[in-house]
């Protein structure tokens, strides 16, 4: 940078011009002054001697972001460069940047970037290269396998549109590198699907024909076994803790126990209305809580196929998870509603706690999910889902018994389906709340919950139909989602440094 102080016409010019920095003074610096001139512009000379100053002058006369207020970008400038004042390695660093060519929005997330690499990691956490500008791409490539029903070849693309890219310079878009493989067997559509517990491998999904798919991730992708046996939709399944077996809950009435490895049914339970969600028990996976269209949330012997004992609640029980304990479980209603149920993993015994009636309509919750930590509520959150398109997180106080308060939420079109949405993984800078949710109009989005406006911070393209479901595995670098027609996308999430 070099800064000339000229009065060629008893006029006051400032002008600057691009230097090439070196790696030993890293700035290349040279100022001229006019002594003939009065004190002010010996004033602005002798301000611009000083090492700091110099660099507070750069920083004030970088170009503006064409989409920002410029006293906004002055001022953020400033405030970076006096946070660098306060580190005494923060100007080197500084000089040090300069020389790979990179832009100001990398330079500012690169002194963001956390210097303690002796705290322990988040749960879920990653950080690296996303925290760096992000722009969306298109492309297509070849997917190639011998495996049943995964398609061959498909175009996709992550894009976003320009009011969102504006608001997404420097933010960790979730990007992606393409699809990692396809699942194109069902002609049906595929309601839900998950990852085997802690597992990165093991995908499954289920269809409103009543059909079960349980398939492999890994290089070759291929089908392990299709399940037969549910005459309507599947509406829900689970995992035990080994994998080992899998529970299904379907508007047939029944909730089938299935075996994974063999690919069977080891169990039926016969029910008297529509089996709407289901979990096994994280430390007692002998126990089921099922919810159904009775109003009820059962608790089921596993070994027996037995009811111990049974809640009764005001309406219809839609969706279902559990806290980390197993010790609370949290139940949406066909209304809206959000219950808390005590479990007793020993007896089995369920009893109700709570009841929240803050989300904002009276549509039915197609999602519950629990998240033990939160940067933003910096405690244990739950996100809740409606079918009007209302999307909330709730701090969970687990001291009393999983009392729900609201911290934020999003309100989004209303939806013909039951359209499912999920936590994105942690992240090591933002202190959003980021959830990724399908949509009817074939793209997966990615949201910032905790923004007023232009929440969407990304989304991906490669569905023909309405994208109902969507599920992070273990490693959170495969994201699968699921359409209407029944296709299921596996997509591959750009690697972090």
């Not at 003939?36 to 110099?54: E, F, K, N, V």
């Not at 995992?239 to 080891?266: E, H, P």
């Not at 089921?300 to 219809?316: Q, Y």
């Not at 959150?381 to 911290?407: K, R």
């Amino acid at each position: 940078m070099e800064v000339k102080v000229d009065e060629p016409n008893s006029d006051t010019q400032l002008s600057h011009t691009a230097a090439t920095a070196s790696p030993e003074n890293g700035a290349g610096t040279e100022t001229h002054t006019d002594k003939s001139r009065p004190s002010q512009q010996d004033a602005i000379a002798g301000s611009a001697t000083d090492p700091m100053d110099l660099e507070f002058v750069c920083c004030l006369l970088q170009p503006p972001i064409s989409h920002q207020d410029s006293d906004y970008v002055a001022m953020r400038r400033v405030l970076l460069l006096r946070k660098g004042q306060s580190n005494p390695s923060a100007i080197s660093h500084r000089k040090d940047w300069r020389c790979n060519g990179r832009g100001y929005v990398a330079y500012r997330n690169f002194i963001r970037r956390p210097r303690d690499t002796s705290q322990p990691s988040t749960p879920g956490h990653s950080s690296g290269r996303n925290l760096f500008e992000t722009d969306s791409f298109n492309s297509s490539r070849d997917l190639r396998t011998n495996s049943l029903g995964v398609s061959h070849r498909i175009s996709f693309s992550s894009t976003a549109s320009d009011s969102e890219r504006q608001f997404r310079l420097g933010e960790p878009a979730y990007s992606f590198i393409g699809m990692h493989c396809i699942f194109d067997n069902c002609k049906f559509s595929v309601t839900i699907l998950k990852f085997g517990y802690m597992s990165s491998d093991l995908l499954a999904y289920g269809a409103s024909d009543g059909s079960l798919t349980i398939c492999q991730v890994s290089e070759p992708a291929s089908i392990l076994h299709q399940l037969k046996g549910h005459t309507k939709d599947i509406t829900d399944f689970d995992f035990t803790s080994n994998n080992q077996y899998l529970a299904s809950s379907s508007m047939d009435k029944t909730v089938r126990v299935w075996d994974v490895f063999k690919g069977n049914c080891i169990r039926v339970v016969y029910g008297v209305s529509s089996q709407l969600c289901i979990r096994f028990h994280p430390v007692n996976n002998n126990f089921l809580l099922v919810g159904n269209s009775n109003k009820e949330i059962n608790a089921i012997n596993f070994s027996t196929g037995r009811v111990i004992s049974k809640l009764h609640l005001d309406n219809e029980i839609t969706a279902m998870d559990n806290d980390h304990t197993g010790q609370i479980i949290f139940a949406g209603d066909a209304q809206g509603c959000i219950y808390t149920v005590s479990v007793n993993s020993h007896t089995g015994s369920i009893s109700r706690t709570h009841k929240n009636k803050s989300m904002r309509g009276k549509a039915g919750i197609t999602t519950v999910q629990y998240r033990t930590f939160s940067l933003v509520a910096r405690c244990p959150v739950l996100l809740v889902c409606a079918q009007d398109g209302n999307l909330s997180i709730f701090s969970v106080a687990m001291e009393a018994q999983g009392y729900l308060t609201l911290v934020c939420g999003l309100k989004l079109a209303p939806r013909i389906y039951k359209f499912r949405s999920s936590f994105c993984p942690l992240l090591s800078l933002e202190k959003g709340e980021f959830i990724v949710s399908g949509s009817e109009d074939s793209n997966v989005y990615f949201y910032d919950l905790t923004r007023p406006k232009h929440s969407c911070v990304n989304k991906l393209q490669g569905h023909g139909a309405p994208v109902i479901g969507v599920a992070w595995n273990h490693g959170e670098n495969l994201l699968a989602s699921s359409d209407s027609e029944g296709m299921v996308i596996v997509w591959k999430r750009a690697k972090s440094s």
